[in-house]
């Protein structure tokens, strides 16, 4: 999946559209949830060296918020890096030059969005003595 292909999937899937918080990182884009403003994606350009990998080429990548067993198996696959400028236990960056497979991405997104969105509040009863 491409940079481009995965924010037409966001904003027809999820009905957001990108913030740019760093005025001079335009082509850093965050995605959030309409109603709690958490950020569930993060796609950016990044320096492959910044990855660990030989080359000063850039790649455009994305942050997605994981689960941290699921991070362990991912980051030995091809195209996937621990986060950048991210909690390592709890957010991965995944490669967007079709590296890795659409289906996976698209797993992966509905994860963070699912593990940022807001908690239903449970209404607890009055207890009376």
Not at 39 to 44: E, G, K, P, R, T
Not at 74 to 81: I, M, Q, S, V
Not at 114 to 126: E, G, Q, R
């Amino acid at each position: 999946m491409t940079r481009t292909e995965l924010k037409e999937y966001i904003q027809n899937n999820y009905g957001t559209e990108p913030d740019y918080p760093w005025g001079k990182h335009q082509n850093h884009e965050v995605y959030r949830h309409i109603n709690n403003k958490k950020w569930f994606a993060l796609i950016m350009d990044v320096s492959k060296n910044k990855l660990g990998l030989h080359d000063d080429c850039v790649l455009d990548v994305v942050n997605l918020k994981c689960e941290s067993i699921l991070i362990c198996s991912l980051l030995g696959e091809n195209g996937f890096f621990p986060a950048y400028h991210m909690n390592k236990n709890s957010w991965i960056t995944v490669a967007l030059d079709n590296t890795v497979d659409d289906e996976k991405i698209k797993f992966l997104l509905d994860m963070s969005f699912n593990a940022t969105a807001s908690k239903i509040c449970k209404h607890k009863p009055d207890i009376k003595f």
